[in-house]
């Protein structure tokens, strides 16, 4: 097979949430730190890449064997090496540059953007166990890319005319809600989205391609005006999953804390900065954070209490599992691999993000009463600011499962499908209902939401 065709794809990514490609070193201030290149900037290996396109296009194809044939694998003594090339992708310092080669030089002057991607906002977590606590040693944290970060980065195939119908596939899996990149793609980080796709087929036996393809300038700063821009029809893509959409209203205040507070109060929201790329540099946004990973504890915790609840296990009769132990649990929101086969989740959030044109600060005072004696406690003030959205505003809230593969499970071996599904469901009802609160401080009234659930874009639940 003479491989004539050469296929080329420029993509420019941007991350609609906010990022963690490990490079498993760690820092003195914190536990995890992302990969970055030569500059200190955020990157993305082309390995990582190509093992999560890989891994993604597979899903959603039956025939596994044509994509083993252009990524390449190896049984036993026999192999084939890859025909795919996918490079690393590179941070753009701008609309139009990314950082190469040592000498690049950037501007810090305006908005510091080397200076503030050299110190990235980090995340905190702590793990809950079963009884709703933190765990003992169980508080981490992990440093992550800003939203609206972008990336550059390019695929070559080497191929046949054959190959055209697969490049197209290939491309229109970078829009699958499952191309998802780095860790925590199951607790609100990794989600990315195509801002550009130019791309090119060179086919070699042709002199004026050749030529082209000879004289392509493999510089990512280099215009190469030979490609064009890609509009892709991406239906179709061969994901089985379901969608559910969360429209919710706070009945008054919610707050999902920082763990800290600032000049002004004792306690506040968490925030983040946001990456916009304006006027030829990166200008940077605080805007108030609700992480995914606050809303999938909560939500694992009352899926659990439903499953028991439709498959007739209850407390009285020592009955009925919780957190890991759960089946519905493991099922949908993954497994760790102890004692038996692991699992990712099946269940996708993404974290929020609102501006302060939609997100209102409130400062509540409080004080610490004796008990004794009916007064205040002395050195026991203390205030919090909580968040109010905006009347026009709702907290929007998108999830999407994968469908079991096989009858049973997502290996065979879990829970029934259909009481999966349902526990979950019910379990989202119960946010829509104003059941289930969100985020801290719901013993103060706080974090209780109202609204409608739609099941793929149809309504499924309205508490009105």
């Not at 030089?105 to 809950?128: A, C, F, G, M, W």
């Not at 036996?205 to 280099?222: G, I, M, Q, R, V």
């Not at 009916?374 to 905006?390: P, R, T």
């Not at 999966?420 to 706080?446: Q, R, S, W, Y």
Request: glycine residues 10%; aromatic residues 8%; hydrophobic residues 35%.
């Amino acid at each position: 097979m003479k491989l004539t065709y050469r296929y080329i794809a420029r993509i420019v990514l941007e991350a609609e949430t906010g990022l963690f490609v490990g490079s498993g070193e760690a820092s003195l201030l914190k536990d995890a730190l992302v990969q970055k290149d030569h500059h200190g900037l955020p990157m993305i290996q082309g390995a990582s890449l190509s093992g999560v396109l890989r891994h993604a296009i597979e899903d959603a194809n039956s025939d596994t064997n044509a994509w083993e044939e252009l990524f390449g694998f190896q049984k036993k003594d026999t192999g084939v090496g890859s025909r795919l090339r996918v490079s690393s992708a590179y941070m753009m310092v701008n609309e139009s540059s990314v950082a190469e080669g040592l000498n690049f030089s950037i501007d810090d002057k305006v908005n510091n953007v080397k200076t503030n991607y050299e110190n990235l906002p980090s995340r905190q977590h702590v793990r809950i166990s079963e009884k709703g606590v933190a765990q003992k040693n169980g508080l981490f944290d992990n440093e992550v890319v800003y939203k609206g970060t972008r990336f550059l980065f390019e695929l070559e195939l080497k191929g046949t005319e054959e190959d055209t119908a697969r490049w197209n596939k290939l491309l229109k899996t970078l829009y699958s809600p499952l191309f998802r990149i780095g860790q925590g793609t199951r607790n609100g980080y990794g989600k990315l989205k195509v801002l550009s796709l130019k791309s090119k087929v060179f086919n070699l036996n042709d002199e004026k391609d050749f030529d082209t393809y000879l004289h392509f300038d493999p510089s990512f700063n280099a215009p190469n005006s030979c490609l064009a821009e890609v509009k892709l029809e991406v239906s179709g893509l061969g994901i089985d999953m379901e969608s559910y959409t969360l429209q919710l209203k706070p009945d008054n205040f919610f707050i999902f804390g920082a763990g800290a507070g600032d000049d002004e109060v004792d306690n506040k929201p968490v925030e983040e900065e946001v990456a916009k790329y304006r006027n030829d540099t990166i200008e940077f946004e605080k805007q108030t954070l609700i992480p995914a990973s606050s809303i999938k504890g909560a939500l694992a915790h009352r899926t659990a209490f439903h499953y028991n609840k439709l498959t007739g296990k209850f407390a009285d009769n020592n009955e009925g599992d919780t957190g890991k132990e759960n089946p519905a649990v493991n099922e949908l929101f993954g497994v760790e691999a102890k004692g038996k086969t692991g699992q990712r989740g099946r269940v996708i959030l993404d974290d929020a993000y609102y501006s302060k044109s939609k997100v209102e600060d409130k400062i509540f005072n409080h004080v610490a009463i004796d008990r004794f004696t009916g007064g205040a406690m002395d050195g026991a003030l203390f205030s919090e600011k909580v968040s109010v959205l905006k009347a026009e505003t709702s907290f929007d809230l998108s999830i999407h499962v994968e469908k079991a593969k096989g009858s049973k499970g997502h290996k065979g071996n879990e829970g029934d499908e259909e009481e999966v599904l349902l526990a979950l469901e019910e379990a989202m009802k119960d946010i829509c209902k104003g059941l289930l609160p969100l985020g801290g401080m719901t013993t103060k009234g706080h974090g209780i939401f109202t609204g409608e659930l739609l099941k793929n874009d149809k309504p499924l639940f309205n508490y009105e």
